[in-house]
């Protein structure tokens, strides 16, 4: 459906996209996933044809956008990382008034209303003015506006910066609900729990340039995979040690003279060892005081691609 070609845009000496590649397929949802100042506004904004590229292509539905910018225009949905609303208006006027710019009048504006603030679970608060909604409400209306003329794609910049958690669920689950409608959907953000929840197709940038990408497994797996049990024991024995050795899939094991009750297991490929463990630990009667398992996650393979974190 879309596809950039080596896109490249500099701001005077910053490089914000570097020969950038990525592919979205109709009917995927995909994550762009990169720390502030990764060039992901300054890409979707080149996709959205707001922005021109010094070099490289996009093509949508196999068109040039550069030459033809409309292909892509009447099928798009834009959400600004910036809130785009009337404070005086209410939030059904601030919709009428998007609705209209696309063209939407008579019964079925008012329908896509209905309609758009049932989706983004705003239908109550239609009748107030948007400078009385809370940050959350303001987000949830800006992706309202942008879904009103039944997009086939939706890109979103970043629509859950700075909110509460509720209306930030209400959003994922927005998401969730317009894929699996249909709805073609490229997400950016810099929260990589969100990208890893939602999205299948995830592209990770850094400083414009294109780090990784993939699945969410194969991301993972290229991270080593894996999971990590710790486990604090009552007390340890040879027993116990020679039998956690023996274990499916134990990579390494860990102790410190320090604390020798404390274990640490590294385990390859997939999860569902802290099981055994626990089953071993009744067997041989040393009952586990504590345990944690952690699992490699797009924030480790940012670190290990990049040597930072990917949060400020
Ligand atoms: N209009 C502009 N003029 C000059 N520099 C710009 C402009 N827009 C973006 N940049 C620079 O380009 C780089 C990429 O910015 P961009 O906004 O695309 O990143 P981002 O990944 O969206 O970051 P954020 O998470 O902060 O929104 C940054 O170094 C930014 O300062
Ligand atoms: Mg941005």
Not at 179 to 195: A, D
Not at 253 to 271: M, Y
């Amino acid at each position: 459906m879309l596809q950039t070609i080596e896109l490249t845009k500099r701001f005077g000496a910053t490089l914000a996209v570097d020969a950038l590649s990525i592919e979205v397929r109709k009917g995927d949802l995909v994550g762009l996933l990169g720390p502030n100042g990764a060039g992901k506004s300054t890409t979707i904004s080149m996709i959205a044809t707001l922005l021109e590229p010094d070099s490289g292509k996009i093509l949508y539905n196999g068109q040039d956008l550069m030459a033809h910018p409309e292909a892509i225009r009447k099928g798009l949905g834009f959400v600004p990382q910036n809130i785009a609303l009337y404070q005086d208006l209410s939030g059904r006027d601030n919709l009428k008034f998007w609705g209209r710019l696309y063209g939407l009048k008579g019964d079925l504006l008012k329908r896509r209303i209905e309609e758009v603030s049932e989706i983004i679970g705003i239908s109550d608060r239609l009748k107030d003015k948007v400078k009385a909604y809370s940050g959350g409400m303001k987000r949830r209306l800006n992706i309202g506006a942008a879904l009103l003329h039944q997009p086939e794609f939706l890109i979103m910049d970043e629509p859950t910066v700075g909110i509460d958690p509720q209306s930030r669920n209400h959003i994922l689950d927005a998401v969730k609900a317009l894929n699996r409608e249909g709805m073609t959907i490229l997400y950016t953000s810099h929260y990589m729990e969100e990208v890893e929840e939602l999205c299948r197709t995830i592209y990770i940038m850094d400083l414009g340039k294109l780090i990784a990408s993939g699945t969410k497994e194969a991301l993972l797996a290229a991270a080593g995979g894996g999971e990590e049990v710790t486990a604090k024991f009552e007390t340890v024995s040879d027993a116990l040690i020679s039998g956690l050795k023996n274990l499916n899939g134990l990579i390494a094991l860990a102790q410190t003279p320090e604390a020798p009750q404390t274990v640490t297991l590294s385990f390859g490929g997939d999860g569902g060892h802290l099981k055994p463990v626990i089953e071993l630990a009744t067997e041989l009667g040393h009952p586990l005081l504590s345990v944690d398992v952690s699992k490699p996650n797009l924030e480790s393979v940012f670190l290990k691609l990049t040597g930072k974190a990917l949060r400020d």
